[in-house]
């Protein structure tokens, strides 16, 4: 049979595979499988699938792999497997496959046989019941689409530069699937001269959506430092107060537009900021009150100035590995500190901050 004729031959057979496949999978049935296996590769020309297949089967009939194994990654499918699901991962991976079916094999991404092969690679991995070598090991954690941990097995490190045209390694959209955590710190200043705030230090806590996302979510807060600060006038009692802040605090939501991202640098822009804020007076009010019981209670009430805070800016991270990121974010600041009448002086609403983090 020439390769032309194969080739030609291959979408139909994947096609009636694709549509066996689900069920044959579900069920385990062995046989069915094995016959679907030879087809694809005694039809289809360097079918990756097959080879999957192959593989899966013996792993969960705990035969011999080792010549499978062998062929696989002598014939670089794992190469052609981590391209396949770097193209699963992307924006449009339906136009992705539409524009070239022949480079995919007539195996169309995101299908629902890549998500059942997914899972039982990781019952694998998992269970209890099977034992499995390094490269047994090494290729269930490929099929998993863990490719950090596959080329972890094989000793190998991940490319630094990566490319959707070249075979090296480009973190899938598994690796970055979840929220993070991000701890910030960085310097907060003024754009003009301000007759109450200098420049301060500015530290932060967040909790972040998934950067599988276009639009990543977050829940901030953060608060400064006012080492520099001057006194100022604010309304209490019905007197004016000299008072001396050491501090504010911010706790708002944020959403950022994933304008980049190659799995290695991520670019949010524009990242906006909003929320509630206060800075701290150390100015309180206590009453005493008799609960139902007639017990007498003391009751503190803060008087703190409020301000609305806004941000918009550019945040770059770079991707360490999996989930961990360390990055800077530029942000611009409106914040109209006399929306609280409280506050006696006009203090300006323009600032700008510059912060590094870490994400994990």
């Given amino acids: ?13 994947v096609n009636a595979a694709l549509q066996k496949l689900p069920n044959v999978l579900i069920k385990n049935d062995f046989g069915q499988l094995k ?13 990756e699938l097959g080879r999957r297949l192959e593989i899966i089967s013996q792993l969960l009939q705990k035969q011999n792999t080792s010549l ?7 014939g670089r499918y794992d190469d052609v497997l981590i391209q396949r699901f770097d193209a699963a991962a992307s924006r449009n991976p339906n136009g992705t496959y539409r524009q070239n079916p022949k480079k995919y094999q007539y ?6 046989v890549d998500s059942l092969l997914k899972q039982k690679a990781v019952a694998l991995l998992q269970s209890q019941s099977y034992v499995l070598n390094k490269e047994e090991t090494a290729i269930t954690y490929l099929f998993a689409d863990d490719i950090d941990e596959f080329l972890r097995e094989r000793n190998k490190k991940p490319a630094k530069s990566v490319s959707h045209s070249t075979t090296g390694y480009y973190p899938t959209k598994n690796v970055m699937n979840g929220p993070t955590i991000g701890l910030s710190a960085g310097i907060f200043s003024p754009f003009d001269s301000n007759p109450i705030f200098d420049q301060s230090g500015i530290f932060g806590i967040s909790y972040m959506g998934s950067l599988n996302n276009s639009i990543v979510s977050e829940l901030v807060y953060k608060f400064r430092v006012h080492n520099n600060s001057r006194p100022f006038d604010m309304r209490y009692k ?31 822009l524009p990242k906006v900021n909003t929320g509630l804020g206060f800075i701290w007076t150390g100015l309180s009010d206590s009453y005493y009150y008799t609960d139902e019981y007639g017990f007498e209670r003391k009751s503190v009430s803060l008087r703190n100035i ?3 805070h806004n941000s918009i800016g550019v945040t770059s991270m770079v991707r360490l590995q999996r989930k961990t990121f360390i990055g800077v974010e530029l942000s611009y600041h409106l ?6 009448d409280k506050l006696v002086p006009h203090v300006p609403s323009d600032y700008g901050s510059a912060e590094f983090f870490i994400r994990f």
Wanted: proline letters at 6%; one cysteine or more.
């Fill in 335 to 340: 914040i109209p500190y006399n929306w609280d």
């Fill in 35 to 47: 016959t679907i296996i030879n087809t694809l590769k005694g039809t289809c020309e360097k079918n």
């Fill in 107 to 112: 195996f169309p991404l995101n299908h629902p």
């Fill in 68 to 74: 499978s194994i062998n062929a696989y990654l002598e």
């Fill in 306 to 308: 409020k301000t609305w």
């Fill in 238 to 268: 019905r007197e004016i107060r000299e008072v001396n802040p050491n501090s504010s605090h911010f706790i708002g939501l944020g959403f950022g537009y994933k304008a980049y991202d190659n799995g290695t640098l991520i670019l949010l």
């Fill in 1 to 13: 049979m020439s390769s032309s004729f194969a080739q030609n031959g291959c979408e139909p057979v």
